[in-house]
Antibody, heavy 115, light 106 residues
Framework: QVQLQESGPGLVKPSETLSLTCTVS????????WSWIRQPPGKGLEWIGY???????DYHPSLKSRVTIAADTSKNQFSLKLSSVTAADTAVYYC?????????WGQGTLVTVSS | DIQMTQSPSSLSASVGDRVTITCRAS??????LNWYQQKSGKAPKLLIF???SLQSGVPSRFSGSGSGTDFTLTISSLQPEDFATYFC?????????FGQGTKVEI
């Protein structure tokens, strides 16, 4: 059974960089697409981007200038960096496997942007 | 970006009711349409992929239909555990986009 677990700071200051890691267990990250998705409190779901472990990435156009997704196959992890954050980036951040549909998701981690 | 529009945004129903939620795409997405269920404080759960394929472990009372731009999720007989928010998502292209959600309430 594939399991995903997000980790990282729950509080980030405005203008700083949000950094999260998703650790995958129960299967390799190689050969799949892995996504980051976020959900502001009380709102809908927004796809941030994904990585295919060969190195191919694709990002939401509205976030592209601030987002980097990377993978570390030796640790079976992938990561998200979002720079120059503002209060609008406050959300629950999820990592998920993307097979067209997201069949495995992490539990999500709330990141609050506040000074 | 492909816009996904769900209706209704919320509905009230009773146990045993047949419930239908619709999702419309702003352009054709063929059959690249998925449905998720999300309960409060939990991650979304994939129910249906590729319009009508049931994810493993999902009860058969859930079904999906449609193609092109118009899609439907049907719950044939609503159960207490089905009260949740449902999202559609297109996986035809990136950026992946979601509907705004339909909250199913008692």
């Amino acid at each position: 059974q594939v399991q995903l677990q997000e980790s990282g700071p729950g509080l980030v200051k405005p203008s700083e960089t949000l950094s999260l890691t998703c650790t995958v267990s129960g299967g390799p990250i190689s050969g799949y697409y892995w996504s980051w998705i976020r959900q502001p409190p009380g709102k809908g779901l927004e796809w941030i981007g994904y990585i295919y472990v060969s190195g191919r990435t694709d990002y939401h156009p509205s976030l592209k200038s601030r987002v980097t997704i990377a993978a570390d196959t030796s640790k079976n992890q992938f990561s998200l960096k979002l720079s120059s954050v503002t209060a609008a980036d406050t959300a629950v951040y999820y990592c998920a496997r993307d097979l067209g549909g997201g069949d495995y998701w992490g539990q999500g981690t709330l990141v609050t942007v506040s000074s | 970006d492909i816009q996904m529009t769900q209706s209704p945004s919320s509905l009230s129903a009773s146990v045993g009711d047949r419930v239908t939620i619709t999702c419309r795409a702003s352009q054709s997405i063929s059959t690249y349409l998925n449905w998720y269920q999300q309960k409060s404080g939990k991650a979304p759960k994939l129910l249906i992929f590729a319009v009508s394929s049931l994810q493993s472990g999902v009860p058969s009372r859930f079904s999906g239909s449609g193609s092109g731009t118009d899609f439907t999720l049907t719950i044939s007989s609503l159960q207490p555990e089905d009260f949740a928010t449902y999202f559609c998502q297109q996986s035809y292209t990136t950026p992946r986009t979601f509907g705004q959600g339909t909250k199913v309430e008692i």
